[in-house]
């Protein structure tokens, strides 16, 4: 079986479609088959072989035919239709006086469906904006309420570090982000610097979590009691990429020691300290 990858969006999902024998070639436009009706994308994977009894074929859509000059016309005149669906919504929007936020509106390859993506903190009532939008652009009208994160997604953006949103370029789904991972790399926990546009905690929180897990074990666990070349402490901090320990002296002072330097973890507080 020959398979290729479709896209329909920059930034988004790769998906699988049966070519046949159909040859497509990359970036080639191409017409395929959907849940939701015909589809207009783009070839992101050229067509590879796979045993067919290794993929699931009953979930399995299908290339239909190459993108024609007509069909890549229609596309543009739907883009033209979405910018006005927008438009159109969002004064409607401030007209009934709804708390939702328009993102962004897509139309159906056929036309005769637009589907309206929105942000809200509650529940909101819109049947009279879908029945008045409805009416004006003649077609089936959808409202779909995305979460802030997708907002991002669909926007874009510039992020603190100065590169375009991870979510807008590369990433293709969004991982769970706590901030048990910030205390793990020892971040400041300032929500400002934690959070990115989107108001949640940046994604790339979870990209270099694991190797801090896996240098930790090598650690000492912090207020763990450890016997150094320095001297007896009990650890404060530590710095896993730089294989340093920062511990507090019997005195009270913090010393910053090599992980090589600590001899050996305590089982509890120095009986000088307890008695002193």
Aim: hydrophobic share 35%.
């Amino acid at each position: 079986m020959r398979l290729l990858g479709v896209k329909f969006r920059q930034h988004g999902k790769t998906y699988v479609f049966d070519c046949g024998e159909l040859d497509c070639y990359l970036n080639e436009w191409v017409i395929v088959e959907t849940e939701q009706g015909l589809a207009l994308g783009w070839v992101a994977l050229e067509p590879w072989e796979q045993d067919p009894e290794t993929i699931q074929q009953e979930d399995l859509k299908k290339v239909v035919r190459k993108a024609t000059k007509e069909d890549l016309e229609k596309a543009q005149q739907l883009k033209d239709l979405a910018s006005k669906a927008k438009e159109a919504c969002v004064e409607l929007i401030r007209r009934y006086e709804l708390p939702m936020k328009l993102v962004e509106v897509q139309p159906v390859f056929d036309g005769n469906r637009l589907i309206f993506y929105f942000t809200s903190e509650s529940r909101v009532d819109f049947r009279r904006l879908v029945k008045e939008l409805a009416r004006r652009f003649r077609c089936r009208v959808e409202m779909r309420q995305i979460g802030v994160r997708n907002e991002a997604k669909m926007i874009g953006g510039i992020g603190s570090c100065g590169r375009e949103l991870c979510c807008a370029t590369f990433l293709k789904g969004f991982d769970p982000v706590s901030v048990r991972m910030a205390k793990d790399q020892n971040l400041s926990l300032n929500p400002q610097k934690l959070s990115g546009l989107c108001g949640r905690l940046m994604c790339c929180l979870a990209y270099e979590h694991q190797v801090y897990l896996d240098l930790r074990q090598r650690f000492p666990s912090c207020k763990k009691w450890v016997n150094t070349s320095k001297g007896v402490g009990k650890v404060k901090r530590l710095n896993v990429l730089m294989d340093k320990v920062i511990i507090e002296t019997l005195e009270g002072e913090e010393v910053e020691v090599d992980l090589q330097e600590v001899l050996e973890v305590l089982p509890g507080k120095p009986k000088a300290e307890e008695k002193g």
